[in-house]
């Protein structure tokens, strides 16, 4: 069908073969979407290189989001290739360690708060407000990732769920702005996937089985579910949906007692 045939489409958040980032890449490398993809540091550089490849792209940047100086330069970086920017992926989400393993007002640091709402909330608005010359008058879409963690309380998710709430927020007051202009806002609340950042909560494992056993659809979703979900949004058949958290969990969100033991 290659319905994101001419989108040119900015990914940010691979970090491996495993990531949601990667599942989203595919999907819309299977579309007919062309891709440029960021990296954090040379460490993570050469898996990115990796992905691109496959998606037939050479275009990769470095970007701390942390710095903006570096999201500016990205995209004058990206000015150099393309003529303009139809959709932007950003995947990044971080807290220390310690902020997600024991309970929460235990673990909680002013330094680690900070750091997590930085990095998996504020870097969404600093990297959409530099992509806006790019993105001028093609009626493009934003996409980021939440999680179920953003709404309820989650054992050792701690403040990552707040800074998931604060990116969810954050999602609708873009869409306000940015909307008026033609560029749509939205974001995907996945269920847990096995991937290199959710290794970082502790007992992450348990969490995945305890998902599948009630979730309705009684399974985990793939990054593929995920990355299918994205490209539908970054695409010309979502054009009427701006502002919205789309739930690609199997359905767990709905439920309020799984299911009970037999």
């Given at each position: 069908?290659?319905?994101?045939r001419g989108k040119k489409i900015l990914i940010l958040g691979v970090a491996s073969k495993l990531s949601i980032a990667t599942g989203i890449a595919r999907a819309m490398h299977r579309e007919g ?89 504020y870097s969404f608005v600093a990297l959409a407000r530099a992509a806006k010359p790019l993105m001028e ?126």
């Open positions: 069908m290659a319905f994101l979407a062309e891709l440029a993809f960021t990296y954090q540091n040379e460490r993570l550089g050469k898996r990115v290189e990796d992905i691109a490849g496959e998606c037939g792209s050479d275009l990769l940047f470095p970007c701390d989001v942390t710095n903006d100086g570096e999201i500016g330069q990205l995209f004058q970086d990206l000015a150099n290739s393309w003529d303009g920017l139809d959709g932007l992926v950003h995947c990044l989400a971080y807290a220390p360690a310690g902020e997600l393993d024991g309970d929460y007002v235990d673990v909680t640091t002013r330094e680690g708060f900070l750091t997590a709402h930085e990095i998996s909330s008058g093609r009626n493009g879409s934003l996409l980021t990732l939440s999680y179920l963690g953003a709404m309820r309380s989650l054992p050792n998710y701690n403040v990552m769920g707040l800074a998931k709430a604060s990116l969810e927020a954050n999602v609708r007051y873009m869409a306000s702005s940015l909307g008026p202009e033609g560029t749509r806002v939205n974001a995907i609340s996945a269920g847990p996937v096995r991937t290199l950042a959710a290794s970082g909560v502790k007992s992450f494992r348990k969490m995945l089985d305890y998902n599948a056993r009630n979730t309705p659809l009684r399974r985990n979703v793939t990054t593929d579910e995920i990355g299918n979900a994205a490209a539908f949004l970054c695409s010309d058949l979502a054009t009427g949906i701006c502002g919205e958290v789309l739930y690609v969990d199997g359905g767990f969100n709905t439920t309020a007692m799984g299911s009970l033991p037999q």
